[in-house]
Each structure stands twice: as C-alpha cells, then as structure tokens.
C-alpha cells in the first residue's frame, strides 16, 4: 500500500550505481591519508613525499646556482660603481643637491631592474617615486615620469600610465659603460622637459644593506635662479668664465655633464644592490629549502616506519590466526 501511494504522488526511489570499473589508487585526487587506506595504499603516501623532496632539491640546487652568479658578477660591478662616486661629488661640491627645492616641472627618473628574483629592491624604489610624484604635484605643478627597468615600469603602469613620459628595458643587456649612459641620458634630456630632474636608485652599502637615494639635478634656469636667490648657488658668482661662454652655455653644459655622470653612478649603485639583494634572496630560498627537506625526510621516514609497521602487524595476525 505505501509502495502504491508513494508512485501515485509521483516518487520515485534512486537506487545505488555501481560502477563496474574498480577504483583507480593512483588518480591525482588522492592527498589525505584516510584516501589512502580506504583504498588500500600503502606506498602512494612515501612516493609523493619522495616526488617533493626531489623537486625540493632541484630547486635548492637552482637558488644556489643563482646566488653564485649573482655574487660573481657583484664582483664584477661593485669595484666600477665605487670608482664613479668620484665623478657625481665634484658637481655636488659646485652646484649642490637641493632636494626640497620648488619647481614647477618635475621629472622622476626610476631606476629599477629587468629581472626579478631580487627582493623588494624594485618596489622600494617604486614607492619612493610615488611619493615623490604626490609631494611635487599640485595644481600649477607637473610631474613626471621617465622609467628604466622592466619592474618599475609593470608597476607604475598600472596607476600612472598617463604620466609615464619614456621608458628605457634591457640597459644592463650589456656591460655598463659612461659611453652608453651618456647616450641614455642626453635622449632623456631631449625628450622632456624639466625644471628638476629626481633621480631615484638603491645606493649599495654591502651584500646587505642598500639605502633608498633620491638625486636632484637642476635645469640650467632653475641653478640661476636659485643662484639668484643666494644660498649655496649663489657661490657660482664667485668663479671666473674664461673664453667665449657666456654663464648660461657654461651651467648647460654643466648641468648635462651633471645629469649624465649622476645617472651613470645611480645605475652601478643600482645594479650593485640589485645583485646584493639578489644574493640575499637566493641565500634565504636555500636555507628555506633546506629546512624544508627536514621536514619532509622526517614526514617520509615516519610515513615509512608506519608503512612497515602496519604490514608487520598483519603478518603477525595472520600468522596467529593460522596457528589458532
């Protein structure tokens, strides 16, 4: 009678599928322990902590690799960035550094790397750019950005592509040279227009220690008009102009051979703190990996003793059994 009811409302029973094909142990859903024994697996557990620990290892060698490369050619560039310090410190003697100075048209140059791999290196300049960028915008204030290096620009092209005036990839391509950044910096010159120039790199101290550095360079209006205004540039009077220059061509010149020889130490202390960090990083990822590999030789040999133990305690059942 209830059978009849129930297909008179319209029910209907759903009765368990079976599946004729048996279950596959090895499918690539199985992550939990309590899989494992539900189907019968004793080994699938240590074969996948044993997968880990090799792809584990492959990737310690790799770090390690990098830090080498990395340290080497730190080598390579350490002692060249060192050696350009003493091109941009005369400039800072004559015309000095005036960071808090107040102009109209600021151009932010950010120096960052192509590759990554090198820790927060690139974003610390990055932020420092952004704030500078807040700090001279206002209304009857311009502010812009020139770019090197890949990782600055994937950042600050998300937010300030409209202010993002050049871009410059790939400069460390080739070994550095004064050649080559004079080139890069005079198409800099042409293309903008500019009352400061802010320059901001990572200034390399040691393989740990690099400090955030933010360069100012004037155009050759805004050094006579803070000459004018008295002050450290006001001492610019006080030289003699020999020749036909007058003082406008001679603090052009100056303040281009400026620019040029401030970029091309900003880049050597760049590219140091980038393979510093770099060997930093690669140094903690090997140390993490290796900490890693503990774990999971402690999880294998424990998964391992368990297997065996389990099958040992089967024997001696079984064997118990037979002889009862």
């Given amino acids: 009678m209830a ?13 368990p599928i079976i599946s004729p094909q048996p279950l596959n142990p090895f499918r690539s ?16 557990s240590t074969q996948i902590v044993r997968n880990r620990m090799k792809s584990v290892k492959n990737i310690q060698k790799i770090t390690k690799a990098m830090k080498m490369v990395a340290a080497s050619k730190l080598r390579a560039i350490q002692t060249r960035a060192e050696n350009s310090r003493g091109l941009w410190q005369p400039f800072t003697a004559l ?14 140059v950010t120096i960052s790397s192509d590759k990554g791999l090198c820790g927060g ?13 807040k700090l001279n915008s206002g209304p009857e204030k311009e502010s ?15 937010d300030s592509k409209q202010n993002i005036e050049l871009c ?4 460390q391509k080739n070994p550095l040279n004064y050649t080559q950044v004079s080139v890069l910096a005079d198409d800099i010159l042409k293309n903008v227009e500019y009352d400061a120039l802010r320059i901001v790199f990572n200034k390399f101290q040691s393989v740990v220690s690099f400090v955030p550095t933010a360069a100012t360079v004037l155009s050759p209006e805004a ?29 052009q010149n100056l303040t281009e ?9 900003a880049v050597l202390e760049n590219a140091c703190s980038e393979q510093g960090a770099r060997m930093s990083a690669m140094d903690s990822s090997s140390r993490n990996a290796g900490d890693m590999l503990d774990r999971l030789t402690l999880t294998y040999n424990r998964t391992r003793q368990a297997s065996i133990t389990t099958e040992l305690t089967e024997i001696i059942s079984g064997a118990s059994a037979l002889e009862g």
């Fill in 223 to 251: 050094v006579e008009r803070e000459a004018e205004s008295g002050g450290k540039l006001g001492e610019l009077d006080n030289y003699e102009i020999e020749g036909g220059e007058t003082k406008s061509e001679v603090l």
């Fill in 121 to 133: 290196i690139n974003s610390t300049s990055v932020k420092i750019s952004r704030a500078l960028h």
């Fill in 144 to 158: 812009k950005y020139v770019v090197l290096g890949e990782k600055a620009k994937a950042q600050l092209v998300r």
């Fill in 3 to 15: 059978m009849a009811a129930l297909r008179r409302e319209g029910r209907r029973f759903a009765a």
């Fill in 29 to 44: 859903s199985i992550s939990s322990a309590e899989d494992q024994a539900f189907l019968g697996v004793r080994s699938i």
């Fill in 95 to 108: 015309l000095g550094d005036t960071p808090s100075v107040d102009v109209k048209k600021n151009v932010i």
């Fill in 168 to 171: 410059i990839t790939e400069l």
């Fill in 257 to 265: 051979f400026q620019f040029s020889c401030v970029m091309f130490n």
